[in-house]
């Protein structure tokens, strides 16, 4: 691993100059003109399709009315100010999508969040390279496979006649079969269940890592004083852990109006929409099913906003916190 | 060695529970769908499979793997992984290169310019606008053009290639070699490694995406496997509201496959490619997860 830690020892030298700078900037620029073909792609690519949206936001000002060709239409718009942000905050739907989008990602933040830890801490227990090896490989398997095949697996175990259904019959907690998907109160456990189905062993990682670094001498002196392994893993383990965890969790915090489009778009169906609907599935549904332009663009709008001053201030936060935990 | 102790047993035992738990909690779904898609339709209409096939038979994945539609969109699938991966990872890491050079004039804001982008997005709408825009929908470029960037990618890269040793550009720099050279000739195969993960990564991408496909095009021969396969789910569910009765008529009018067997074995066929390609990228994927986190 030289890559993390000696890194600035590494990098191309800069040769020490008299003056600071060599030449103008013109001359720089000049000699580096093969460096900025190859930033080009990139660059024009991140344009189009980062900043070009960022122009079409104005979409949530006017009132676009689809038809006619593209860009006529869009300039020849009636300009409404915020009169769609307004229409957003007053029709109702609001509250709903805002109480679904909370609910999804912090019950999947509930469940979520302690289960890669718990994961950590159980495969660091483990001897056996081989189990170890056989368990890491099964338990990042869901986290490559799209929603798409995630979706039609959970469907097929929640239905009727599925293994959910059936074990809780077994155990006498159900006499019928629950229809899971027929009944809009199941769907947020649905949700933080199978965002924790699908995550959980990936994000053990992270804390695999950590735990890789902790120095084994801790362990030692934890054993002359008589430790029991739960001990160790109380004293040792989970305090090495603690900083990681800190920042790991500000972050997600950071993240709480992503509360998914796929999972939610993939399992729902309209009995269940009062309890499914997130903000991306809304924005899809009335942007580009109910071709509602603007109102959708003026909902995205608001949820970008929000979302940037979210992940600003965790990152903020978050760093701060590090720094503290470095002394 | 100490001898355990009572305690430590008992802790063992429940840690391995708890993982033998979480592993046939990840594993037993998969399992679940191959039993059923290899089951023969009219049987599975009974119910009551959970851990083994009942009645062995191939007939769904006879059926899908002869279906034009499903083998055209596996084509499509194929043809958008096999162009996409390698010009994304060009793009990228072409882009990597230049941001790891210390001296580059405006470094900073363009690297701002990139990091952004991870942080503000205009939301569908206006994206969906510009594909429109330039005239996309509906085109496969759309699979292709708005994935080549990837900043997260790019960082990965960026702090591998600031790792590695600084002489061996200077030295290519004093031979007169110009900066595409140095890329091409020794930037390029020292990533080598980082490149293949990220390549991987993007691979996987490709072949898992359908929202593009299932939203930006309307042309049913630009339709991926996972776009069908959301089709597929979608008829599922819209018939799972059907009640049982008519189910039970619909089966037996056809006898030999039922949508269900369909759906678990196009399920499988779209599962397959993953299971057999995650496992190598497993030691890649681990370092560059962390690295990423420490970097960001």
């Known amino acids: ?327 | 060695m100490r001898s355990k102790t009572w305690g430590d047993a008992v802790y063992s035992g429940v840690v391995y529970a708890f993982l033998i738990a979480v592993l046939l909690a990840t594993f037993y779904p998969f399992w679940n769908v191959l039993i059923l898609s290899v089951n023969s339709a009219s049987d599975t209409i009974r119910g009551g499979i959970y851990f083994w096939p009942r009645e062995l038979s191939f007939t769904s994945y006879r059926e899908i793997l002869t279906d034009n539609e499903i083998l055209h969109s596996v084509g499509v699938t194929v043809a958008r992984t096999l162009i996409g991966t390698p010009l994304t990872v060009l793009v990228i890491s072409l882009l990597a290169y230049p941001l790891s050079n210390r001296e580059l004039v405006l470094r900073k804001p363009v690297t701002l310019y990139f990091i952004f982008t991870m942080y503000f997005s205009g939301g569908l709408i206006p994206y969906y606008m510009i594909l429109k825009g330039l005239n996309l929908i509906d085109s496969f470029w759309v699979f292709i053009l708005p994935g080549l960037m990837n900043v997260f990618y790019m960082i990965l890269i960026r702090t591998y290639i600031e790792g590695l040793p600084g002489e061996l550009v200077e030295s290519a720099k004093i031979d007169g070699a110009n900066d595409l050279h140095i890329y091409f000739r020794i930037i390029l195969p020292l990533t080598l490694p980082v490149l293949a993960t990220i390549a991987l990564f993007t691979a996987i991408g490709h072949w898992n995406a359908w929202f593009d496909s299932y939203v930006f095009t309307y042309n049913p021969d630009l339709k991926t496997l996972q776009a069908v396969l959301v089709k597929i789910l979608n008829q599922y569910q819209t018939g799972s509201m059907v009640s049982d009765a008519q189910k039970m008529a619909d089966s037996a009018k056809r006898l030999a496959v039922s949508s269900d067997t369909i759906r678990m074995a196009a399920t499988m066929v779209a599962t397959l490619p993953i299971v057999l390609v995650y496992p190598f990228l497993q030691r890649y994927f681990v370092k560059g997860m962390t690295l990423g986190a420490v970097k960001s």
């Open chain 1, 1 to 327: 691993m030289n890559t993390a830690a000696n890194t600035a020892a590494l990098r191309p030298k800069t040769t020490p100059k008299a003056g600071g700078k060599p030449g103008g900037i013109g001359r720089r620029l000049r000699q580096q003109k093969m460096l900025w073909l190859m930033i080009l792609p990139a660059f024009v690519c991140t344009l189009l399709f980062s900043y070009g949206p960022l122009f079409g936001l104005y979409m949530a000002f006017i009132n676009y009315q689809p038809g006619g060709p593209f860009l006529e239409s869009f300039f020849k718009s009636e300009f409404v100010g915020l009169q769609w942000f307004e229409y957003f905050f007053t029709n109702g739907d609001f509250w709903i999508i805002m109480r679904n989008t909370l609910a999804q990602s912090l019950l999947s933040l509930l469940f979520g969040f302690p289960a890669p830890i718990l994961l950590a801490l159980a495969i660091n227990e483990v001897k056996s390279g081989a189990f170890k090896k056989i368990f890491q490989t099964v338990s990042y398997l869901p986290h490559f496979i799209s929603w798409v095949i995630a979706a039609n697996i959970i469907i097929t175990l929640l239905s009727s006649e599925g293994l959910v259904n059936k074990v809780l019959m077994l155990l006498h907690l159900t006499d019928e079969p629950i229809a899971f998907f027929q009944n809009g109160h199941y769907f947020w456990w649905i949700i933080a269940s199978s965002n924790t189905w699908k995550d959980m062993g990936f994000n053990a990682i992270m804390y695999l890592a950590a735990i890789a670094s902790i120095n084994p001498e801790l362990y030692e002196a934890a054993k002359v004083d008589g430790a029991s392994r739960l001990r160790q893993m109380m004293h040792v383990t989970l305090p090495a852990l603690k900083p990681t965890i800190v920042i790991l969790l500000i972050l997600a915090v950071g993240g709480v109006l992503n509360a998914g489009f796929d999972q939610q778009y993939l399992l729902q169906n309209d009995l269940v929409l009062q309890y499914s609907d997130v903000i991306d599935t809304y924005t899809y549904r009335y942007g580009l099913q109910n071709g509602m332009f603007s109102y959708a663009s003026a909902v995205g709008l608001f949820k970008s906003v929000v979302a940037f001053i979210l992940v600003l201030t965790v990152n903020r936060i978050a760093k701060k916190v590090n720094d503290q935990s470095l002394f």
